[in-house]
């Protein structure tokens, strides 16, 4: 995984007071969760934007007067109108112990079915993974080029040297519905033309009918235990 350092700074005062003053400041406040205490502090907006505005998953090095941690974002509240983040928690991690991550899915290749007309659903753009912190890589890539028409990948479906899925292995991470232009090929060998009209409309439901049988009955996402609370500021 990729790992950045960022420039923190302890809280002494919390409270929705202090919360704005740094803010006006352009700090922003922080929660770290995970260790014997929770621990307070703020970082400068352009610090932390690097970890916000990507889809990337960082190992956070925080520097906290003299301690040092590890640690992964887990939450970020925004402003409604401005899109500013206003607080962010953390989670700490150890080399030595296993962490629970949500990892980026990347598709490699050209699937055939896309080629042959059929159309691509990504269903989960994150999986939630367990592992120690040497062996996570920054993104889950998955072949998608021998994917056909009809065909699918689920959670159950993928392996990964050294960690654990913890999403429910008949969840759908992706696959390849059948699309009116398909079909089109198909029947036009027997003569049959298709409307503009009838390839949006007919190839709506059909798409949504083979995700719902390919994906299967729903099950509870797994998520990771939170060690605390977010703090309301």
Known sequence: MKSVDIVVNLRKETGKKSSAELRANGLIPCVLYGGKENVHFSAKVNELKKILYTNHIFLVNLNLESRKHIAIL?????HSVTDEPLHLDFIEVWEDK?????????LNGSSEGVRAGGKLHQKKRYLLVKGMLKDLPETLEIDITPL???DHIKV????????????????????VSTSRI???MEEGEMGVVVTPEAEVAEGETAESEEEKAAEGPKAPKAEAGKE???AKE
């Open 98 to 106: 296993p962490a629970v991550v949500s990892l980026p899915v990347t």
């Open 228 to 230: 605390g609370k977010p």
């Open 182 to 184: 398909a079909k089109g």
């Open 156 to 175: 159950g479906d993928l392996k990964y040297p050294d960690i654990e899925l913890l999403d429910p292995a008949k969840s759908l991470v992706v696959g």
């Open 148 to 150: 056909n028409i009809g």
């Open 74 to 78: 887990k939450e970020a509240q925004f």
